[in-house]
């Protein structure tokens, strides 16, 4: 083994940095049999110095500035753990690149944000390098598996279920018929959600993942900007029951595409069938599928978050830089990843789920598919679900088409007389 530490500094020693401490501190030797190297945690900030971590930091130094930390001499590996698109992560990253520093880190939000910008200074800065398994499903090796198990597949699509938060909010809400606000105080309350939820419940913390998958499965420049995102706020409970007397789940996917007029991003509430890879995912559990040319397709499931398993892919990625593993950080040169396609609408073709509540007479269903016919929605199947009162829950699964018609579609049903609530409609996503 080369004798020579690799000296770590570690900033933010919250629940994913004080796990990771405690890993290279209590399972030093193992992890740096496998590094190849000794691992020396040098130097440590956050922001309370008095705050127990869990292991025993007095032989470490200090530190009360991050950027301090980045560009400190002392340290071979800069890992950040604090968390933020901006402010003093995004300072320290730059400083611990400039130095020509490897580079570790967790936040998704920078990555989503500033990628681009980072991997560039990343590439032209000797020694430095960006690595962040972490920051993509947690615990999942998502990065690894497309970066590098699937290097040689043309990637056709990405998908999965990418925030634990979410998903227990749609499990719970299935198993007791309990409202969205309800299920989240709930999981509020058990720690499962944010005391402000607006990152998970509205999707851009999925979203942020599914940039920086999609940057890598596509070889293509990280376009968080153009990603669809719609969270799981407005999901009630009559559709989750109307979904699964059909033989779906609503579940918040994010999924990006190879379309014949671009990539799509698209992360957004969506039905899938029960007994599916992704359909089958319960509570705080993520899931990534990723298809390509050569595989078909492979489904990752774990543990998206939490102190251990977000630690085990920092680890990781700590292993690789002690081995001299650093592959570009979108797996491809910086000038040879594809711009974007700014501002090109990308067609949503696919069958849709529509709810619609009629008043229940004679005569309505037909003016229901009429109005689907005048915008060219065909209807694979209809059901009538169980009811008291004088509205009718109806449930329509539609043939292959362009959400653009379905939208029209909706215009058209919640403007017949029958039509007692405005139409619901969401894609369903078969495998
Ligand atoms: N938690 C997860 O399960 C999870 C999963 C995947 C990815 N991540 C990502 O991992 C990163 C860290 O998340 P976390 O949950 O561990 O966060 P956290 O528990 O809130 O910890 C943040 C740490 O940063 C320190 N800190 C904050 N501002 C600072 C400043 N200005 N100077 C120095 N230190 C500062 C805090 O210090 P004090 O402790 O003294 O307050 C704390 O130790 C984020 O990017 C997050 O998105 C987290």
Request: aromatic share 4%.
């Amino acid at each position: 083994m080369n004798k020579e530490p690799i000296r770590i500094g570690i900033a933010g020693l919250g629940t994913v940095g004080a796990a990771t401490l405690g890993f290279l501190i209590n399972e030093n030797a193992r992890i740096a049999a496998r590094a190849g190297r000794a691992l020396q945690v040098d130097a440590i900030v956050a922001r309370d110095r008095t705050k127990d971590r869990g292991v025993d930091t007095s032989d470490i130094r200090w530190f009360d500035d991050p950027v301090a930390l980045a560009k400190d001499d002392g340290i071979d590996l800069y890992i950040e753990l604090i968390g933020g698109a901006d402010g003093v992560a995004k300072a320290s990253v730059e400083a611990a690149l400039a130095a020509g520093k490897p580079v570790v880190t967790a936040n998704k939000a920078l990555l989503a944000h500033h990628g681009a910008a980072l991997a560039k200074l990343a590439e032209e800065t000797p020694g430095a390098s960006l690595h962040y398994e972490a920051a993509v499903a947690g615990g999942i090796p998502a990065v690894k598996a497309l970066r590098e198990g699937l290097a040689g597949n043309g990637v056709t699509r990405v998908s999965g279920i990418l925030n634990g938060t979410c998903n227990y909010i749609l499990t719970e809400m299935e198993s007791t018929g309990a409202a969205f606000g309800d299920v989240l105080l709930e999981a509020q309350n058990l720690g499962y959600a944010e005391a402000d939820p607006t990152a998970d419940v509205g999707g851009f913390d999925a979203a942020h993942k599914l940039a920086i998958m999609a940057a890598i499965a596509f070889g293509r420049q990280i376009d968080f900007a153009s990603v669809e995102i719609e969270g799981i706020e407005s999901i009630s409970s009559e559709d989750i029951a109307a979904a699964k007397d059909i033989g779906y789940r609503i579940r918040l996917l994010g999924m990006a595409e190879r379309t014949p007029e671009g990539v799509s991003q698209r992360l957004r509430p969506c039905l899938t069938p029960i007994a599916s890879p992704l359909g089958s995912i319960e509570g705080v559990t993520n899931a990534v599928m990723l298809e390509g040319d050569a595989i078909g397709a492979t489904v990752l499931v774990g543990p998206g978050a939490g102190g251990g398993p977000t630690a085990s892919a920092v680890l990781a990625d700590i292993v690789d830089v002690a081995r001299g593993n650093t592959p570009p950080t979108f797996g491809i040169a910086c000038n040879d990843l594809i711009q974007p396609e700014n501002g090109k609408t990308i067609r949503d073709i696919g069958a849709f789920y529509l709810r619609i509540a009629l008043e229940d007479r004679p005569g309505t269903l037909a003016e229901v598919a009429a109005a689907l016919g005048q915008e060219g929605v065909s209807i694979h199947r209809m059901h009538q679900h169980d009811h008291t009162g004088n509205a009718a829950p109806v449930t329509i699964v539609t043939h292959i088409c362009d959400l653009s018609a379905i939208e029209r579609s909706k215009t058209r049903i919640a403007a017949l007389p029958a039509s007692v609530a405005p139409p619901v409609s969401m894609r369903i996503v078969e495998s």
